[in-house]
């Protein structure tokens, strides 16, 4: 497995992919949030019917879809849901749904280390840890982005996403 940080990312090539963030709990409104204020375009939020998180998600101006048109929609689908739901949503609404290249993102290792998740060979495969829990992330990204926005400087918490570009198999 290759490791990348900062100095590797250029956050400039998500800008112009369409994202798909599946869940909107506690990593998954940072992960939104940070993408579309580091200037992302195309993010939509992915839930199932009913969730109570949409409200919150059209709240905050973003757009939200149900989970399998997301899979067809999107170009890096991020997997944010409970542990425990994951490979079903992959198997039920992910797997047949996403096109040849599609990145499947990951913030915990379980499904895909356990093989619960069984990635196509034909999609790039990627894991994005922040270190804490999605309040933290996103609470860290407004705090030090404004100081080291007036510094004229961006420091970006989304970095990690950057790699998604490389096809990572080695998981």
């Known amino acids: 497995m290759k490791m990348f940080y900062e100095k590797d990312a250029d956050v400039n090539l998500i800008k112009s992919?369409?994202?798909?963030?599946?869940g909107y709990g506690s990593q998954g409104h940072?992960?939104?949030?940070?993408?579309?204020?580091?200037?992302v375009k195309d993010i939509v939020v992915a839930l199932r019917e009913g969730s109570s998180s949409a409200a919150k998600a059209e709240s905050k101006g973003l757009k939200v879809m149900?989970?399998?048109?997301?899979?067809?929609?999107?170009?890096?689908?991020?997997i944010l849901t409970p542990d425990e739901l994951?490979?079903?949503?992959?198997?039920?609404?992910?797997?047949?749904?996403?096109?040849?290249?599609?990145?499947?993102?990951?913030?915990?290792?379980?499904?895909?280390?356990y093989d619960l998740?069984?990635?196509r060979k034909d999609l790039d495969v990627f894991m994005v840890a922040p270190?804490?829990?999605?309040h933290l992330v996103r609470s860290e990204y407004i705090c030090c982005s404004s100081r080291w926005f007036r510094k004229g400087k961006r420091l970006s918490f989304i970095l990690c996403f950057s790699s998604w570009w490389r096809k990572i198999r080695n998981y």
């Open 17 to 22: 992919k369409k994202v798909a963030i599946f």
């Open 30 to 39: 940072a992960h939104a949030l940070n993408l579309k204020d580091s200037g």
């Open 66 to 78: 149900n989970l399998s048109d997301a899979a067809e929609w999107a170009d890096v689908v991020m």
């Open 86 to 113: 994951q490979a079903e949503i992959y198997k039920n609404h992910i797997e047949q749904r996403v096109r040849e290249g599609t990145s499947i993102a990951f913030a915990h290792g379980l499904n895909v280390h």
């Open 117 to 119: 998740i069984k990635a």
């Open 131 to 134: 270190k804490g829990p999605g």
